[in-house]
């Protein structure tokens, strides 16, 4: 059974520039969830995707946004990127309505 | 909104000293309630959970109750060792409106366990 992998483990952008993270499910998971992680806080919850849908959806702005594929495989984009959103993004794995999710490595993402 | 408050660490012990990191939670349903580990430079790890009112979550020697009379969580381990030292987070799940479930974690205790 393969685990959630994400990439890349480390990126550095400047502010105004575009990212995609990249997530992969835990085998037979159909659900996807993203969190960003500040320094020394805990996760947040950004959105979660359920047939290629978006299934809710954290206090973040519009230039957050996601796609998830049929392989349950999924992508975070976020656009014009501000100092504040240097974190670490966490992917999260589940199957809907169960309540046990898990989780990726996570991007460290740094905004300059 | 649904919410978790865990104690303030830094938490510094001694190897097999008695362990307890204090949670509580706010939320307008029933949720379920979990602990996450995470070791320096990698995600988060399921540690237990407890999914309604009186289980008890255990897993590598730690536990915690589901008090929602008290609305806590808290985590305890009768012994710590020196490689327990991580952050430990609490957090709860919530089902949305649309089939799927919210998860608020809370801030997440650093514990350092000395040899």
């Known amino acids: 059974e393969t685990g959630v992998t994400q990439s890349p483990t480390h990126l550095i952008k400047t502010r105004g520039q575009q990212v995609t993270l990249r997530c992969s499910s835990q085998?037979?998971?159909?659900?996807v969830s993203w969190y960003q992680q500040a320094l020394g806080q805990g996760p947040q919850f950004i959105f979660q995707y359920y047939r290629e849908e978006e299934n809710g959806r954290g206090n973040f702005p519009p230039r957050f946004s996601g796609l998830q594929f049929p392989n349950y495989s999924s992508e975070l984009n976020v656009n014009a990127l501000e100092l504040d959103d240097s974190a670490l993004y966490l992917c999260a794995s589940s199957l809907v309505q169960v309540n046990e999710q898990f989780f990726g490595p996570g991007t460290r993402l740094t905004v300059l | 909104g649904d919410s978790v408050t865990q104690m303030e660490g830094p938490v510094t012990l001694s190897e097999e000293a008695f362990l307890t990191i204090n949670c509580t939670y706010t939320?307008?349903?029933?949720?379920?309630l979990f602990w996450y580990v995470q070791y320096p430079g990698e995600g988060l790890q399921l540690l237990l959970k407890?999914?309604?009112?009186?289980d008890k979550g255990s897993n590598k020697g730690f536990e915690a109750t589901y008090r929602k009379e008290t609305t806590s969580f808290h985590l305890e381990k009768g012994s710590v060792q020196v490689s327990d030292s991580a952050v430990y987070f609490c957090?709860?799940?919530?089902?949305?409106?649309?089939?799927?479930?919210?998860?608020?974690f809370g801030p997440g205790t650093r514990l350092s366990v000395l040899p």
């Open positions: 957090a709860l799940s919530d089902r949305n409106n649309n089939y799927g479930q919210n998860f608020v």
């Open positions: 407890a999914t309604k009112a009186d």
């Open positions: 085998s037979g998971h159909n659900t």
């Open positions: 939320a307008t349903g029933y949720p379920s």
